[in-house]
Nanobody, 126 residues
Framework: QVQLIESGGGLVQAGGSLRLSCAAS????????MGWFRQAPGKEREFVAA????????DYADSVKGRFTITRDNAKSTVYLQMNSLKPEDTAEYYC???????????????????WGQGTQVTVSS
């Protein structure tokens, strides 16, 4: 049973930083790509960032490029999302996700991901 548990969310002022963590269990972590998505109230879920299984490739939504960094520690079975220069529009529930297939590439499409965490709330005040 694959489990993903996010942590690190909270309330921060605009311009501040947060680091989200997602701890995975239930299978060999290093075989699978990881992604972060977010969903704000009344809006559709959107892609934020993804990292390939060996961390050689990363991908970011245009809205977070240059401010957010996705990394992974395969020894700890954990993926991170460092968020800097936060803006009020970054306010959302943030979810990590992983596919059931050991893809080599990263994907922006949520349907490529089969396992999802419970989410962690990020609120950025202006």
């Amino acid at each position: 049973q694959v489990q993903l548990i996010e942590s690190g969310g909270g309330l921060v002022q605009a311009g501040g930083s947060l680091r989200l963590s997602c701890a995975a269990s239930g299978r060999i972590f290093s075989y699978y790509a990881m992604g972060w998505f977010r969903q704000a109230p009344g809006k559709e879920r959107e892609f934020v960032a993804a990292i390939s299984r060996n961390a050689a490739n990363t991908d970011y939504a245009d809205s977070v490029k240059g401010r957010f960094t996705i990394t992974r520690d395969n020894a700890k079975s954990t993926v991170y999302l460092q968020m800097n220069s936060l803006k009020p529009e970054d306010t959302a529930e943030y979810y990590c996700a992983t596919p059931s297939t050991p893809y080599y590439n990263t994907y922006r499409t949520g349907t490529r991901y089969d396992y999802w965490g419970q989410g962690t709330q990020v609120t950025v005040s202006s």
